[in-house]
Every structure is written in structure tokens, then in C-alpha cells.
């Protein structure tokens, strides 16, 4: 998901998670409706503040934390780019047409 729509996604979550409204999420974020709702449709993009009030507001809590694996997103992007180019230069070979035994019915 673009960085840009990630503010958005979140701020979906926090709120479907706690049960709010949009104007009971903004009122206890300190907020007007109308700029939550342009945060949370993508139209305007959070400060770290304002998310911050939201997850209070909430009752969650935002963290950041450093990424575990260590992975960078976009060279990791480019490798499985170039793995599926490579697979999609193989020669392509039809497979044999499977064939199963008889199945015999069973008599009493």
C-alpha cells in the first residue's frame, strides 16, 4: 500500500476497532468532523500529532518501532521483479494429462 494511503487505512482501523463515530472520534481527538474525514478518506494527510490524538482518542497508542526483518521494501520489490521475469522466460512444457486409477464400487 502507497505511504500516502497508509494514514488513512490505519486511522479506518483505530476507529472501527474502538466503535466511534467519526464525530465521536473527532470530539474526543479535539478535531472537526470534516478534517477527520479528510484524513481518514485520503484527501489530507495526518501530522504525527494528530495521529497520535486519534489512537488516544481511541484508546490505543502510536509506536514506532524499528522493522525486525530488516527487509528493504523496494529492493525486496525488485528481486521478486526480476525472480518473475525469469520464470516467465522458462520454456514452457504442457504437462501430461493426469490419469488416475479405476475406482471399483465395493459389494456387500
Known amino acids: 500500500m502507497p505511504v500516502e494511503r497508509e494514514a488513512s ?17 473527532a470530539r474526543a ?38 522493522d525486525p526483518t530488516g527487509l528493504d ?3 525486496a520489490g525488485r528481486i521478486l521483479a526480476q525472480v518473475l521475469d525469469l520464470a516467465e522466460a522458462l520454456p514452457h512444457r504442457p504437462r501430461r494429462r493426469l490419469t488416475y486409477p479405476t ?4 459389494t456387500g
Do not use: F, H, K, W
Open 29 to 66: 481527538a479535539d478535531m472537526p468532523r470534516s478534517v477527520l474525514n479528510a484524513y481518514e478518506r485520503g484527501r489530507r494527510e495526518p501530522g504525527v500529532e494528530a495521529l497520535a490524538r486519534i489512537a488516544a482518542a481511541t484508546g490505543m497508542r502510536l509506536s514506532v518501532e524499528e
Open 9 to 25: 487505512r490505519l486511522i479506518s482501523e483505530m476507529r472501527g476497532r474502538s466503535g466511534l463515530s467519526q464525530a465521536e472520534l
Open 103 to 106: 475406482v471399483l464400487a465395493r
Open 73 to 75: 521494501p523496494a529492493r
